[in-house]
Nanobody
Framework: QVQLVESGGGLVQAGGSLSLSCAAS????????MGWFRQAPGKEREFVAA????????YYADAVKGRFTISRDNAKNTVTLQMNSLKPEATAVYYC?????????????????WGQGTQVTVSS
């Protein structure tokens, strides 16, 4: 497992941007597949984006394609989620997740390391 800490959440108006960061501890971070999920009140946790340890093509939920970008910096042990053109329905707690195993990228159960989450609120 790897220890994960998210930061960068906050309040933003619709159409605005936020950048979330996930700092990881552990020497094997470069071998971890990483993802972002979000959970709104009363709803299940849902997949947002993921990037493999090989940094091949990232994966995105249809709802965020073209507006969100996931990237990783293995030298700094960080994963970033850049969120542009935010909509009120993006309001949720955002979680960083990681695993060194084989995964189905959009399934929370595939990941064995989770951060504590960071709140993102988009006002209309």
């Amino acid at each position: 497992q790897v220890q994960l800490v998210e930061s960068g959440g906050g309040l933003v108006q619709a159409g605005g941007s936020l950048s979330l960061s996930c700092a990881a501890s552990g020497r094997t971070f470069s071998l971890f597949n990483m993802g972002w999920f979000r959970q709104a009140p009363g709803k299940e946790r849902e997949f947002v984006a993921a990037v493999s340890w090989r940094r091949v093509s990232p994966y995105y939920a249809d709802a965020v394609k073209g507006r969100f970008t996931i990237s990783r910096d293995n030298a700094k042990n960080t994963v970033t989620l850049q969120m542009n053109s935010l909509k009120p329905e993006a309001t949720a707690v955002y979680y960083c997740a990681g695993t060194s195993g084989v995964i189905v990228v959009n399934q929370p159960g595939s990941y064995d390391s989770w951060g504590q989450g960071t709140q993102v609120t988009v006002s209309s």
